[in-house]
Structure formats: C-alpha cells, structure tokens
C-alpha cells in the first residue's frame, strides 16, 4: 500500500452516493507534506516526458498541482469556473459537469497561457466520471498542444472515468485507484498496482 492508500484509509470519509471526503488532509484542511509527497511521486512517474506546463481545474486540482509544477519547474495553469457572459474569444472553453454538485459550469483558460508547443501534464484530485479530465484535455487540443499524460491522485475505478479516458489512449496515472467502498461497513478496497 502506498502512502496515500495509507491515508486515504485511516483519514477518508465515505459518503452516500458514491463521494469519499478527504477534507481533512486534501480538500479542506491541507497536509503539505502529503502534498509535496504527492508532487515528487508524479514527478517520479512522467520525468521522462518534457512537460513544459501543468494544467488543473479549481479549485481543489490546484493544491495537487502545484507541487507537481513546482517538481517539473514549470508554470501551473489552472482553468477558471466561468460565467459565459464574461467568454469573448480570448479564451478556451471547455463545458465540464460537476461530480460533486450535479451542475455544468464552462471552464477557460486563457489564449496567452497555452500554445502549440506545450506538452502539458493534467492533474486533478479526484477521477470519478471523467468529465473534469475531457474538458481538459479538449482545452489543451484546442490549443494545439500535446497532452503528454495525466495524473489523478484519487480514481474511483468502479466508475467510468478511468476506462474512458485510457480507451481515448492517454496515459493515465493514479496513485490510488479504489475499486469499491462501502459507505455502511466504512470499507475501503484498493486495486493492485
Ligand atoms: P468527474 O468529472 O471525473 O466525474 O469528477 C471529478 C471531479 O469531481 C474532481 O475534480 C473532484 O473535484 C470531484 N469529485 C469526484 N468524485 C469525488 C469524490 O468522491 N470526492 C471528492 N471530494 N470530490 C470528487
């Protein structure tokens, strides 16, 4: 079991519907350590791709990110949860529905901050349904960038996102991928990696 199997065990709340809460390490109250741990892993994982960006979501993908970013030495660039008044044609746009609070919002990144010559690493905290991911990644081609892969610290496995995005031929690398959990008995199985 690694460290954040570890974590995610003695620390992670599972909730009805499918959610598991991990407020008190990752999404609320932050452990840096476990965060700076989780930036060296991912680190570890793609150092042989030349990442010239990182690219995550708000808000809660940035803590992830940005000690991947800090690792790679590069820029962090997170898309922003936009109003589509404020959308003109400097920006690209990406539709993304919540998993966690069942509503669509338009995600953007700015023109000025991804380019045809970034090879980009995408990392997000939680992959459960995988519409978080394909928005991102549709931002990067949009561009005309590369992805060069992408990094999940927590995947749900038993839901679609995963088989998704690894059919779409990315390279998808997460640190735990939970194969089931039981919000009665408080269980928590991880698969095998
Ligand atoms: P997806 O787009 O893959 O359906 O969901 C991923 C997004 O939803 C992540 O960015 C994450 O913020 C949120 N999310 C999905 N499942 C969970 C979960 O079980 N717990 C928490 N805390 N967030 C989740």
């Known amino acids: 079991m690694n460290f954040l199997e570890e974590r995610i065990l003695k620390d992670g709340i599972i909730k009805p519907g499918n959610v598991l809460k991990v407020d008190s390490f990752l999404n609320h109250q932050m452990d840096v350590k476990l965060l ?4 060296r892993e991912f680190h570890r994982r793609f150092k042989s791709e030349k990442i010239t ?10 803590a992830i990110a940005y000690p ?8 962090l660039v997170f898309a922003k949860k936009a109003k589509s ?11 993304v529905e919540s998993f966690t609070h069942k509503n669509k919002n338009q995600v953007i990144v700015s023109k ?10 995408i990392i997000d905290d939680f992959l459960a349904n995988g519409c978080a991911l ?5 931002i990067v ?7 060069a892969g992408l990094g999940i610290a ?25 194969e089931s959990m039981d919000d009665q008995k408080g269980t928590i199985v991880f698969k095998e990696q």
């Open 68 to 75: 991947v970013a800090r690792e790679f030495d590069v820029p």
């Open 53 to 62: 960006k990182v690219l995550t979501i708000e808000a809660s993908g940035i």
């Open 85 to 95: 008044v404020n959308i003109d044609g400097d920006v690209y746009v990406a539709e």
């Open 112 to 121: 000025k901050y991804l380019s045809p010559e970034d090879n980009v690493l």
């Open 141 to 147: 081609e949009s561009a005309g960038a590369s992805v």
């Open 36 to 39: 700076d741990e989780i930036g």
């Open 154 to 178: 927590i995947e749900k496995g038993f839901q679609i996102g995963g088989r998704v995005i690894r059919n779409l031929g990315y390279r998808l690398e997460s640190l735990a991928i939970i």
């Open 134 to 138: 394909q928005g991102l990644v549709s």
